[in-house]
């Protein structure tokens, strides 16, 4: 329901619509940042609400003066209550098991593990995989304010030249890779598949998949260190 129904008073009542233009003034700085605008515009209503019964003309300020403080604090409280991001209690859990069994993998592995498989490990789909790791990433603010900080953030980028001699490398060592090697690692990291399915295209076990391709991706690394 919005907070501005019940405003019984018709003085009050007619104080709010005048000034519902600071609340959205409000919502638009904290815009993009993991909660939606009506949530944000909602906190602020009750902001409004009771900036207008606790405002004291006499104390010499504007209403508007008074007001923009208590309805950013009422927004602020959706981000320290909930976060910036609404996160169910299922899928933290579920982000914290994925989180243990990528630390393992790794240890196994030497290196990370790719999502299939982590998928394959957690006996889940790719995509409750991607979606419990996305969860369990903090959120990050690409128009921070001056008041929370310090103006925009830039992010660093790698430079596109390097990133192409490093597709260029790779692919020359890929095709120095015997014929069923290479098809292994195409399957893998550029079709995407998993063990599994890259298995059956082989005609090999998973087992042996993954050994080989363990195996396969450190003649690489080495090649091209």
Do not use: W
Not at 10 to 28: D, F, M
Not at 129 to 140: H, K, S
Not at 148 to 160: E, T, V
């Amino acid at each position: 329901m919005n907070p501005v129904i019940e405003c019984v008073d018709t003085r009050r009542e007619q104080t709010i619509s005048e000034n519902i233009g600071l609340v959205h003034s409000c919502a638009h700085r904290f815009k993009g940042r993991g909660i939606e605008y009506d949530d944000l515009f909602q906190a602020g209503c009750m902001g409004l609400c009771k900036a207008v019964d606790a405002f004291d003309p006499q104390r010499g300020v504007k209403l508007s003066t008074y007001a923009v403080p208590v309805i950013l604090g009422e927004m602020r409280r959706l981000f320290r209550d909930g976060g910036a991001v609404k996160v169910s209690r299922t899928l933290k859990e579920l982000s914290l098991r994925i989180g243990r069994a990528r630390e393992q993998l790794a240890l196994a592995l030497g290196r990370e593990p790719s999502v299939s498989e982590l998928a394959q490990a957690m006996e889940l789909p790719e995509e409750q995989v991607v979606e419990a790791l996305c969860a369990a990433a903090p959120p990050l603010s690409l128009t921070e304010s001056d008041e929370d900080g310090g103006g925009q953030i830039d992010l660093p980028a790698d430079s596109p030249e390097d990133q192409l001699a490093d597709v260029i490398s790779l692919n020359q060592v890929v095709e120095k890779l015997e014929d069923k090697d290479r098809a292994l690692i195409e399957l893998r990291y550029y079709s995407g598949m998993t063990q599994v399915q890259t298995a059956a295209r082989l005609g090999m076990t998973q087992v042996q998949v993954s050994r080989r391709e363990k195996k396969i991706l450190g003649i690489l690394r080495q090649q091209l260190l």
